[in-house]
């Protein structure tokens, strides 16, 4: 069998499975609590690699080893970054925000964060969520859909535009079917075929270079500036605001919707527990894999230097695997980035259809099922074209919208947790300025990517959640 025959074979298998989910799903998504949290029963497989998956993917997979591929040594702070991150999510967030969640009946993150819309100022912490929400998840979906169009491209020559409307089109099919359970069920699936790539893809990749010391002469001998440094070569003072612009990203996590709200959905406490030790074996193979991969990319003499960075891993896929394994890793890891959008499509469609009309009796209530569906569908058609039309760049792309939820819900999402409520004012002073901040340092070109746009923005508004929760 081809190359060409076995990916669009494993494609089409994948696709089928995708789809069947949906349909077998949709018979237990009867509400919007099904739809949103999948009545609250998932256990700690699904939860760690499905809260895993949707927070990873096309930028781990592909942004990641781009950015070592470019950039050498100094991408390996992206690992205990992102292993921080996935820390402070399971051991400090998850059993408190599953408490609190089931205590108050919450279907949502902000649910969490506005409580009861019984006044206005309730129903205005909802509002603004909700655009934050949405203006930061159509830009995250779109990266995902260019993670399927710069895959298409590279391996079967389509256009871009024929590679996202096919992705997007499965992926909105049984997001539309299953709801909550059709996305944790898939990124499940998502998630065991990235940690089955990140451990076989970079083991291939030693073998050729001659292990870890042909790696480090390889990587040594790389004609690049600071690419065998862990700071790029830079000076004291540049070489710390690095570090630090790469270490901030593990501060986004507890501010991630789609991520969150699978705390949300945990069935128990020892879910919670076992989950972790999943989700956190599952963080520290993926990411190391993903940098080995990128830095084996570049230091093999026979890859030609690539024009797009964020392709690297598929000329090292090629290059490691005989056609057929390569083909089948290729259309695997191509269906897994593509599906990482239902879970953020899902979270945007609950802040239109449910966050903006909570009420009493939303959990139970037909209309916001069709509703839900509805937003489903026009939320994949604006992010659509922005992933035609933006920034072509996974890693900054993705980095943006991270970073911006990030600093805008992190915070007062852990002091509203570890600390006791906020009174609304507060948290819209916190939500306001670390989304604010965060979009305003990622518009300067001096301070985007450094500490300045990760970091500093979350620092604003932990404070004043902080502050806010001591004069509640």
Request: net charge positive.
């Amino acid at each position: 069998m081809s190359e060409t025959a076995a990916i669009l074979t494993t494609l089409i298998v994948y696709k089928l499975v995708l789809i069947a989910i949906g349909v077998y799903t949709s018979r237990r998504t009867r509400s919007a609590e099904d739809f949103f949290l999948g009545g609250r029963g998932l256990g700690p497989w699904v939860a760690a690699l499905s809260a895993s998956a949707s927070s990873s993917s096309a930028w781990t997979l592909l942004g990641v080893s781009g950015y070592a591929y470019q950039r050498g040594l100094s991408a390996l702070w992206i690992a205990p970054a992102c292993v921080g991150g996935f820390a402070l999510n399971w051991f400090l967030l998850a059993p408190r925000l599953r408490a609190l969640s089931r205590e108050t009946g919450a279907l949502t993150v902000t649910d969490v964060l506005a409580g009861p819309r019984r006044s206005a100022g309730p129903r205005w912490v909802a509002r603004v969520a909700s655009a934050i929400v949405l203006l930061s998840l159509i830009t995250y979906v779109a990266a995902q859909f260019q993670g399927a169009g710069k895959t298409f491209h590279e391996v079967f020559g389509l256009s871009a535009g024929s590679s996202v409307l096919l992705g997007a089109g499965v992926i909105v099919l049984y997001t539309l079917l299953g709801g909550f359970w059709a996305v944790s069920v898939t990124d499940t699936l998502q998630g065991v075929v990235m940690v089955a790539a990140a451990l076989a893809l970079p083991i291939a990749g030693l073998v050729l270079v001659g292990g870890i010391d042909g790696l480090g002469a390889a990587v040594a001998a790389v004609d690049a500036p600071g690419y065998a440094s862990v700071t790029q070569g830079l000076g004291p003072a540049a070489s710390v605001g690095l570090v630090i612009g790469l270490l901030g990203i593990g501060l986004g996590y507890p501010g991630q919707p789609h991520v969150v709200n699978r705390f949300m959905a945990t069935r128990d406490e020892a879910a919670i527990r076992r989950g972790r030790v999943i989700a956190m074996t599952w963080a520290t193979v993926t990411y190391l894999g993903m940098i080995v991969v990128g830095l084996c990319a570049r230091a093999l003499p026979q890859l030609a230097p690539v024009a797009d960075k964020e392709v690297a891993f598929y000329g090292l896929v090629s290059e490691a695997f005989p056609p057929v394994i390569a083909g089948v890793m290729i259309a695997a890891v191509l269906s897994a980035t593509m599906s990482t959008a239902d879970s953020q499509l899902l979270v945007a469609a609950s802040s239109v259809s449910h966050d903006l009309r909570a009420g009493e009796g939303q959990g139970r209530d037909a209309g916001a099922l069709r509703r839900s569906r509805a937003v489903v569908v026009l939320l994949s058609v604006a992010s659509v074209a922005v992933a035609l039309y933006g920034n072509q760049e996974i890693f900054s792309h993705v980095l943006f919208a991270w970073t911006a939820m990030g600093a805008a819900f992190g915070p007062v999402l852990l002091v509203r947790v570890l600390v006791g409520a906020l009174a609304p004012a507060w948290t819209l002073a916190s939500m306001l300025s670390g989304f604010s901040l965060a979009v305003i340092a990622y518009s300067i070109p001096q301070t985007s990517g450094t500490a300045w746009e990760r970091v500093a923005p979350v620092v604003v508004a932990l404070v004043i959640a902080l502050v806010g929760a001591r004069r509640e």
